[in-house]
Structure formats: C-alpha cells, structure tokens
C-alpha cells in the first residue's frame, strides 16, 4: 500500500466539499442531475472492484440495486429509513457471497451470463413473491428531502471511489489482478484465489445495495421489474468500460461522459438516445478497448505490491 | 535424514475421471527428484495436487514431518511448496518486475521481496534487460525463465517444476536443466516432471516412472538410465 498522494487527496477532497454545497445555490434540475450522476459513479466504481480487476465481469449488478431497494420498502415504517441503507449493502453483499460461492468457480462468458441469469432469477421471484402477497407496487410516504438523499448518495458515491481507490493500491488488489491475468498461475505463488474472488464479491455488492436503498427515497415507490431492471446492469458495463481502467478513474470518466452525453440527447432528442449509446459502445470495443481512461492518462503504469 | 515430502496412496482427478490411483513415493531433501511417464500418465496431475490445486481424493501429503493433505494452496506456498506449472503461465499484461515482483505475494516471502529481485536478476540477467516490457512480450524460453524465478521469489524449499522446457528451443532446454542443477547446489529440493528422459535421468538423484496414474518403476537416476524397458520405451534403445 503506497502512501495517498496529496494531490489526489486534496482534489478529492475539494470536489466533494464543493459538490455537498449544490443543494445551496443549484436548481431541482441540477440537483437532479447530480443525484444521477452520484449514483452512476457509485455503482461502477462496485463493479470495478471485481470486474475490472479480477476480469469477472458481471452483467448482474442491478441484482445488488434491487435487492436494496427492496430491503428499504420492507422496513420503511419499522426501521429508521437511515438504518435501512446500511442493512440494505448488508443484505446485499451477503446474497452476493451466497451467489458467489457457486458462480465463481466458473469465468468468461459464463460467469456474465451466470450472474445475468441469477439477477433475473431474482427479480421474477420477487414479483412473484410481492403478486402472492398482492402487493403490485409499494410506495413510500414521508422520503427524506430530495436534497439530503442528495449528500446521501454523494457520501455513497465518495465511499465507492475511496474502497476503488484503496483496492487498486492495495496487495489485495494486486492479487485480483493476477487472478484476471492467469488465475492458475496466481495461484501456485500463493494468492488465495476463490477466497480473493470472493471478498471481491462481496465487496461489490455492499454499495449498490445502499443506493438502491437510496434511491427507493428518491423514486418514492417500489416496482421489482423496475428496481431489478436488467438496464441497470447494462449501463454500469457500459460506463465501466468506456471509463476503462482497473482503478478509480475510469469509472469516474465513464459515468461523467454517459451522464452527460444522456442529460444533452434526452432533452434534444430522446429517439437516438439508445442508437447513440449503442454506435458508442461498438465504437469504444473497436477502437479504444481500454476506454477512457488510458486515452487521457496514457499508459501510466501501476506499480507491483 | 527425513524426507522433505512423503506422498502415501496419492488419489486425485478432475470430475469423474480419476487421473492418479494410489500414488506413494518419497523426495529426499537437497535432491532432484523425477517423474517421468508419457502424456496422462499422472505427472501434472501428482504435481498439482501436491501443489494443492486439486483435492487429494485418498491418502496423505507429508511436508517435512507436517501433513498438510488438508491444507489450502496458498498455506503450501507459505510452507514453501511453489509449483511453476506447465505452459508457461505468466502474467501476461504486467511488466517482468510487476510479474516477479507478486511471486513473492506469500507472508513469508514478502519481507525479502527486494533481495528476490535482485537475486532473480543475478540469475536471469535476460530477465534484467526486459524488466519494463510486457510480460506477454517476451519469448517462450524467456518466458520460461520468468515462471521460474517468479516461483523462485516465493522462497521455496521444495519446488515443483512441470514440463519446465516443454516446447523450448534446445539451447534454452539446456539452459534450464543448468538453472536446475544450479538451484539444487544452492539448496533447492526439486520434483520435476518430463519428457526429456535422457536429459532428466543425467540430472536425477530419484527416478519414478508413472502409468497410468499408478507407479510403475522407480530407482536412483542412474539405475533407470540403464533399464531396459526405460530404454524401449522411452529412449528409443
């Protein structure tokens, strides 16, 4: 673990400070947006955590959103929803290390469509279980205000960079990348790698679990083909991976580029909205497969443990 | 003297298949200990189970008076059993160093990962010109030599070497049989497993022959070298 360079801290720091003041002089709209984006680069920095470095990649997260939310329309009334948050990433991160025990121990393409299937599993057992109890749609009366679910999922977003951050340096994160390299080889030089993968998944549940608790406040109801909507999934892939990066960075660049390419077509032209995203995304597999991330900083290398 | 590593009645395999029945055998410490056998006869199988990546089906593992049969692979590292496995699995997208550099990722070895390095660079001063570059860059017997000394950063005492020169151009075979000898003048016990029999017997303080997953001979390197069904089998005489 090498030492936090002072910049970055500084930076990050300012940026945080400054963003938990927007309640104070910004618009609903830009509040809005912020919340949006706050949210996005929270749930990709969770899938960077495992996916972009151990190379598990999961199509599921939407899973650990839902499963959130879920847990916050269940104990809205009996427990403080503030309570809820923290027990909604616990639930989480423990289905995700039940789901993982099995579904790590197959990767590649059959690892997404594992945890693609699982997350849809869970979603059509959850509109059967909420249709037998004749509950269509739960809503949720007396939400916090906009803008304190505002600094919410900023503090969620800011805890998601910080844990990405931590890991990428860490010797943890070194052994997950190994693990993505040549998961054999990681392992005859001692990484303990199902216990590793593990962790990881775990890891990557416990704040998408949060905002999906969040963000159950913000949307005020509950509707499980909504909170386990298999998009939700999609877009922190599609962000992950034109951010690029195994660290902090890429997320932060793929969700600030997506947020803004949507906020400027949905109000211009919300038809080609999708095809955009769609050309983007081949376009970014084609022509730059390591995002973002290593068009702007280059190939600043990492250093090993 | 005890045995650095005693394997008695050795099951493993993959699934339903059973790859290795009842394999019991002994490796002397400071010694080159051999498997030989042809393609499936258990070799790479009796390795990775002792390497800990695979589950012992039957029988026990004794590592210098310790059984460890129920010990995770990464415990065994930190024992100091490392395994170089088949193929030459490096890490192919981070540089040499970065690559060396996790071989010491074990507890044990990570206190003296500077002094690895430049012992690795002494060794391998191939390895030194090409610190920088990807490991998936460099050649098949340069990539050779990074699985070795990455191995040889985790400290081992007793190192498994799988089919080390499978593939290799002569010159780099040569050289890594010299590497081997080497390393067990400094100390080393090794167990490796071959096809190159004549070049792996000329090396050999223990020789077992394995088919089909069960033992079939054993001797000391120069006793098998004069077998005559070695010989027919093996060597072509």
Known sequence: ????????????????????????????????????????????????????????????????????????????????????????????????????????????????????????????????????????????????????????????????????????????????????????????????????????????????????????????????????????????????????????????????????????LWARAPQVYMIVLGALLVFFVLFAPQGLAKQLFGGARRRAT | MTAVLEAEDLAAGYGDVIALHGVSLTVAPNSITVLLGSNGAGKSTFLRTIAGLLPTRRGHIVFSGQDITSCRSDQRVDLGIVMVPEGRLIFPQLTVEENLKLGAFSPRARTRQAEGLDQAYVMFPRLKERRSQMGGTLSGGEQQMLALARGLMARPQLLLLDEPTLGLAPVMATMIFETIKQLKASGLTILLAEQDVRRTLEIADQGYVLESGKLAMSGSGAELIADQRIGSAYLGI
């Open chain 1, 1 to 264: 673990m090498q030492p936090v360079p002072i910049r970055t801290s500084l930076i990050f720091v300012a940026v945080i400070g400054a963003a938990s003041f927007l309640p104070q002089f910004g618009s609903e709209y830009v509040v809005a947006v912020a919340l949006s984006f706050a949210m996005w680069v929270a749930l990709a920095q969770s899938w960077t955590v495992l996916c972009g470095m151990t190379g598990y990649g999961s199509f599921g997260h939407a899973a650990f959103y839902g499963m959130g939310a879920y847990v916050q329309v269940l104990t809205w009334g009996t427990l403080s929803p503030w309570l809820s948050v923290p027990l909604a990433g616990l639930v989480s991160c423990l289905f995700a290390l039940a789901a993982g025990y099995p579904a790590l121990k197959v990767r590649g393409p059959y690892f997404v469509m594992l945890t693609f299937g699982l997350a849809e599993f869970l979603k059509f057992s959850i509109i059967g279980i909420e249709a037998t109890l004749g509950q269509f749609s739960r809503l949720i009366i007396g939400a916090p205000s906009p803008n304190a679910l505002y600094l919410a999922m900023l503090g969620l977003a800011a805890a998601a960079t910080l844990i990405t951050y931590v890991v990428s340096n860490s010797r943890f994160g070194y052994g997950l990348r190994a693990i993505r390299e040549e998961e054999q080889a990681a392992e005859t030089i001692g990484i303990p790698v199902a216990r590793y993968k593990l962790t990881a998944f775990g890891l990557s549940a416990f704040i998408p679990g949060m905002v999906g608790a969040v963000m159950a406040m913000r949307l005020s109801y509950f509707e499980p083909s909504q909170a386990f909507d298999a998009l939700i999934s999609f877009n922190i892939v599609v962000m992950a991976m034109i951010g690029g990066s195994d660290d902090a960075r890429g997320p932060l660049l793929g969700a600030l580029f997506l947020i803004g390419l949507s906020e400027l």
